[in-house]
């Protein structure tokens, strides 16, 4: 059997976290250099050859480990599929196709714990490439097989930030109690030459120590060549030699199969590989001690024997499986017609891995595939299988669905040039048209599908209309047309809050969300749950638990959609609870965010800066819907402040809120005012504050002026609104109302450790984060946030924090 390539990169530990001799030293220093690089979040990766004991080492870690531990790994015969090791760990489904939400996923079941992936080489790439994003947030160790063929930029990509520890050779003591173990009667002068022929590898050295304590005893030292240090695989291979035919066939199918059998698949040799320590009981089946030396076992299987093998685990097994064993065995007519009946009634990753293979076979099948893929999420792998069909109407829907999943619009439209007139086509060049067509394109479909009974259509054409949405929601579910029905749900989700139905649009999100959680939709979830936290901000309820919330979704990996929502909900609520600072360091990070949020970001850039008293020149310019109008809103206060002329706000309709509030500038008069503050009563309390300030600024009597700012200081109190309240409060001040703030003012009888975890709280930590960075639990940091809130005065841990920090700072 051909050595694969040497593995590049593995030279590499990372200086700042191991030794520059990470391998140096017994497998005990190991551990420690292994426990010490994971003490928080990280990546270690143990590396040395077949049988060098990497699996042992993961093993004593985790049972080392005092946090709970999720371990999986790679196999070798399902080393394609996505995501498979992850799965192994956590014990559930993985969205392999999208790899924020992959890292999501696994990190929602993982936190806290430590993650174990042994055999990297069997891993695919999406397993690959999410392990570095993963350990920015938790500890991972992983074991890598060398030399593997894994390409050498993903190994680069892998290894970039991680420790990298090689396995060191047996020391000479834990050589002796590996021999002791295998070969307890064996003579001493024997296993020191044993392990010398082992060349330091575990494995080999059991391998030779079992297979010399049943030598003859007619065999003689030279008959051994123990002089001659032997490669592992080569002794792995003498060791296996020795097996009975009935093991060597059972160690080989294991190797073929690359995962645990049943003992009946194995025959008689099954009971051989137990006796010999060279097959573990695992429930009901069996699995290779080591995977390693069931590789070399069928590896060292002639061309013909090795056909003929695969040609029997073809019989053995069924469904995918069976059809890749037929197809290694060169039966080809069979593995294509294997493969097309395990397509049927199966789940849709089955459905996609048989019609793949399939597609393999016989190009016809590639639109099929092409199909399921998508159905599966595995949108690249669609395209991939695309290039082997034949040009066709079919393809060309196929393509387009794939290239508008990948975002690439611009293409899908020129893939939909070779698609069929029919509702399919149509709806994907609705969805796939630029902005400014869609309205026209839109009269030219219903005018050609008056009936719509076509779901995804109708999905399509509902526009912003909540309603239409909902029925098309449905029509979508009931249709099994997942996608669709999500979609609808967040355009569902964008119309109520653009019309500003606050309230509704964040209940349609929580449901949304629960649903996309209870199908596997990772992705989805986290984009209801971002857009539901926005929607609390705006209406500035609860903004304290909101920024608690959303700064626990914002440790997660999210789409870019989600991750912008969840960045300016906490901008907004840091704001809004007077955490100007952090507001404004959080927005300056916030690039490259998806087009479709420009405006909102925006938006919020020139709010903060209103709010800390820096306006900037006026607000830009603003889109229709509730952020546009509170841009337009934004900018009256700005040129109110400033002394100068505001932008028309010419946009209509307008939400009637931000209708009424925009009347009330243009006439400057207390009456509109008034009006627009009862507009916005139960729906965005921000917002009511801030016409009752403007009601003041425009009051004719003092009466009415103070009456509006005590009203508007009661409702920023209540929600939390600290700079408005102090806006409030400066009003009152120039008609003379105090209010005795000192008790709030001070920082005097804090302890240390509250003044300390109020400072983390003033950097936008949420509690259990802060209890890991000072060591202590989340139930004492709340304990902490309790006091410094009662003895400051401050109604939510938020204020206490600006208070405290007021305090520090006019004490400098």
């Known amino acids: 059997m051909a050595a694969p390539p040497p593995t590049p990169g593995l030279a590499r530990p990372r200086a700042a976290a191991a030794p520059a001799d990470t391998g140096a030293g017994d497998r005990d220093d190991v551990l420690r250099a292994m426990a010490g690089a994971l003490a928080g979040p990280g990546l270690v990766v143990v590396h040395g050859p077949p049988g060098c004991g990497r699996t042992r080492l993961l093993e004593r870690l985790a049972r080392a480990s005092k946090r709970p531990v999720h371990a999986g790994g790679g196999l070798a015969m399902l080393s394609g599929a996505p995501a498979l090791a992850l799965e192994r760990a956590t014990r559930a489904r993985m969205p392999a196709d999208d790899l924020p939400l992959l890292a999501e996923a696994v990190y929602s079941r993982t936190r806290g714990g430590l993650l174990v992936i042994d055999d990297l080489q069997w891993c695919d790439a999406a397993t690959l490439a999410v392990l570095p994003i993963l350990a920015e947030r938790l500890p991972v160790a992983c074991a890598l097989r060398t030399p593997n063929r894994i390409g050498e930029d993903a190994l680069a990509r892998l290894l970039a930030d991680a420790t990298v520890i090689a396995v060191p050779d047996l020391t000479d003591a834990e050589a002796a109690r590996l021999v002791a173990e295998a070969a307890p009667a064996l003579p001493p002068a024997r296993a020191a030459a044993l392990t010398v022929r082992a060349g330091g590898n575990p494995l080999a050295l059991t391998a030779l120590a079992k297979r010399a304590a049943h030598l003859d005893a007619a065999h003689t030292e030279a008959d051994m060549d123990l002089e001659t240090p032997g490669d592992p695989a080569a002794a792995a291979a003498a060791a296996i030699a020795d097996l009975p035919r009935s093991g ?132 690249r792998a669609a395209l991939a299988v695309l290039d082997r069909a034949e040009p066709g109407p079919e393809a060309a829907l196929a393509r387009a669905w794939a290239l508008l999943a990948l975002g690439e619009s611009a293409q899908a439209r020129a893939a939909l040039e070779g698609a069929p007139d029919g509702p399919e086509a149509d709806q994907l060049r609705l969805l796939s048209a630029p902005p400014a067509e869609r309205e026209a394109l839109a009269d030219t479909i219903r005018a050609a599908h008056p009936d719509l009974a076509h779901a995804g259509l109708a999905a399509a054409l509902a526009g912003d209309d909540p309603d239409a949405l909902a029925l098309a929601e449905a029509l979508a579910r009931d249709a099994g047309d997942p996608t669709t029905a999500f979609w609808c749900a967040w355009s569902r989700v964008i119309a109520l809050a653009d019309a500003a139905r606050l309230v509704e649009a964040e209940a349609v999100a929580h449901e949304a969300a629960d649903r996309a959680g209870a199908a596997g939709a990772y992705s989805w979830q986290t984009r209801f749950l971002a857009a539901a936290a926005w929607c609390l901000v705006l209406s500035g309820t609860g903004l304290d638990n909101v920024i608690a919330a959303a700064q626990s979704l914002a440790d997660h990996a999210l789409p870019a959609v989600a991750d912008t929502l969840i960045d300016a909900s906490i901008a907004l609520a840091e704001a809004d609870t007077g955490a100007l600072g952090a507001a404004r360091a959080r927005l300056a990070r916030l690039k490259d965010a998806p087009a479709a949020l420009d405006g909102l970001v925006a938006w919020l850039e020139h709010e903060t800066a209103w709010l800390d008293g820096q306006p900037g020149p006026e607000a830009p310019e603003a889109q229709p819907g509730l952020v546009g109008g509170l841009a337009h809103i934004t900018g009256r206060w700005i040129a109110y402040d400033t002394g100068t002329e505001p932008v028309t706000a010419d946009l209509a309709p307008w939400p009637v809120p931000v209708a009424s509030t925009l009347s009330a500038w243009d006439k400057a008069a207390p009456g509109p005012f008034a009006q627009a503050a009862t507009a916005w009563d139960g729906l965005a309390a921000r917002e009511q504050v801030r016409c009752l300030l403007a009601l003041a600024a425009h009051a004719g009597e003092a009466k009415a002026a103070v009456a509006a700012l005590e009203a508007a200081e009661r409702i920023a109190d209540e929600h939390g609104l600290i700079v408005l309240a102090g806006r409030a409060r400066r009003g009152l001040r120039k008609h003379d109302v105090r209010r005795d703030r000192r008790s709030a003012r001070g920082g005097g009888g804090l302890t240390d450790r509250e003044s300390e975890v109020l400072r983390h709280v003033a950097a936008g930590h949420p509690s259990r984060r802060i209890a890991e960075i000072l060591g202590i639990t989340a139930e004492t940091v709340e304990t902490h946030i309790r006091s410094g809130m009662r003895k400051l005065g401050a109604k939510t841990r938020t204020e206490a924090a600006v208070l405290l920090t007021a305090a520090e700072g006019g004490e400098a």
């Open 248 to 379: 060597r066939t059972a160690l080989a199918a294991l190797g073929l199969l690359g995962r645990p059998a049943h003992p009946t698949l194995l025959g008689d040799g099954a009971a051989v590989l137990l006796e010999a320590g060279l097959a573990v009981a695992e429930g009901a089946h069996l699995r290779a001690a080591s995977p390693w030396m069931a590789e070399v076992a069928a590896g060292i299987l002639d061309h013909d024997a090795r056909l003929s093998m695969h040609g029997h685990l073809a019989e053995a097994t069924t469904g995918v499986e069976s059809a890749r064993h037929a197809h290694a065995a060169g039966l080809a007519d069979r593995a294509l017609h294997t493969a097309l009946a395990a397509a049927e009634g199966t789940s849709p990753q089955a459905r996609a891995e048989a019609l793949l293979l399939a597609a393999d076979l016989d190009p016809v099948h590639a639109v099929d595939a092409a199909r399921a893929a998508l159905e599966a999420g595995r949108t």
